[in-house]
C-alpha cells in the first residue's frame, strides 16, 4: 500500500485558511488521494477526495500536485468545529474497500 | 435518523468475559466494516463484509468473531476478552467494496474498557 507523509499537528486561527499537506511520492496512477476527518469523540468522516485535477466540494478543496506526489487540503475559513485529526489516504482498485489511516495532522483552531 | 449506528457506546467488562457490539445502517449500503482505534489513535481495519459475505478478515485474534444477519447490520463478538482489546472499535458502510471512490460511513464508536 503506497504512504502517505502529513506533519503531525498544525495551528491556525479562527476565519483563517488552512492549508494541510500530505506527501505520497511513491504514489501510482491508479490511486486516488481521500481525506477524512475525526472531530474529537467522533468516528471519522469523508472530507474529499481526487484522482488527478483540483476539487472542490462545501467542506474543502483538495490541490493536486501536476506530478501527484503530493496534495493539499484546503479550508478556506477554519471554524473552532474543524478542530480534528485530517488524515491523508491513498486507494486504489486492489485494496477491497479498506481504508488505511496513517497517524493524520492534529489541527488546532484558535479562536 | 442516524446514519450508522452502534450499542452500546460504552463497554466495561471484566478479562475473560465475552461481549457483543452490534451496528446498523440505514443507509442501503451493501458493505460494512469494523475498524479499531488503539490508544495511541491508530485506526486500523479489521473486517469487511459485502452483501453478508466476509472479504476483508485482517489478522485479528480468531477470538474476534463478525456476524452479519442481512446487510443492515454487522454485529461484533469478541470470545474471552483480554486486557489489549481495550480500544474504541468503529462500524462503518459504503455502497460497495473495492470501489476507489466509494465514500465510507463511520459510526460514533464504541469504548470498550476491558478490566
Known amino acids: 500500500d503506497a504512504k502517505t507523509t502529513q506533519p503531525n499537528s498544525m495551528e491556525s486561527n479562527e476565519e483563517e485558511p488552512v492549508h494541510l499537506p500530505c506527501n505520497h511520492s511513491t504514489i501510482s496512477g491508479t490511486d486516488y488521494i481521500h481525506w477524512y476527518r475525526q472531530l474529537p469523540s467522533q468516528g471519522p468522516e469523508y472530507v474529499i477526495h481526487?484522482?488527478?485535477s483540483n476539487v472542490n466540494n462545501r467542506m474543502a478543496s483538495l490541490a493536486i500536485a501536476e506530478d501527484r506526489k503530493s496534495s493539499t487540503l484546503i479550508l478556506h475559513r477554519a471554524t473552532l468545529r474543524d478542530a480534528a485529526v485530517y488524515y491523508c489516504i491513498l486507494r486504489d482498485d486492489y485494496n477491497t474497500g479498506k481504508l488505511i489511516f496513517g497517524q493524520g495532522t492534529t489541527l488546532q483552531v484558535k479562536p | 435518523d442516524t446514519a450508522v449506528s452502534q450499542t452500546p457506546k460504552y463497554l466495561v467488562t471484566q478479562m475473560g468475559n465475552d461481549k457483543s457490539i452490534k451496528c446498523e445502517q440505514n443507509?442501503?449500503?451493501?458493505?460494512m466494516y469494523w475498524y479499531k482505534q488503539d490508544s495511541k489513535k491508530f485506526l486500523k481495519i479489521m473486517f469487511s463484509?459485502?452483501?453478508?459475505?466476509?472479504?476483508i478478515n485482517e489478522t485479528v485474534p480468531n477470538r474476534f468473531s463478525p456476524k452479519s444477519p442481512d446487510k443492515a447490520h454487522l454485529n461484533l463478538h469478541i470470545n474471552s476478552l483480554e486486557l489489549g482489546d481495550s480500544a474504541v472499535y468503529f462500524c462503518a458502510s459504503s455502497t460497495s467494496s473495492g470501489r476507489v471512490t466509494d465514500t465510507q460511513y463511520f459510526g460514533p464508536g464504541t469504548r470498550l474498557t476491558v478490566l
Open positions: 463484509y459485502n452483501n453478508k459475505e466476509l472479504i
Open positions: 481526487g484522482l488527478t
Open positions: 443507509l442501503g449500503h451493501d458493505t
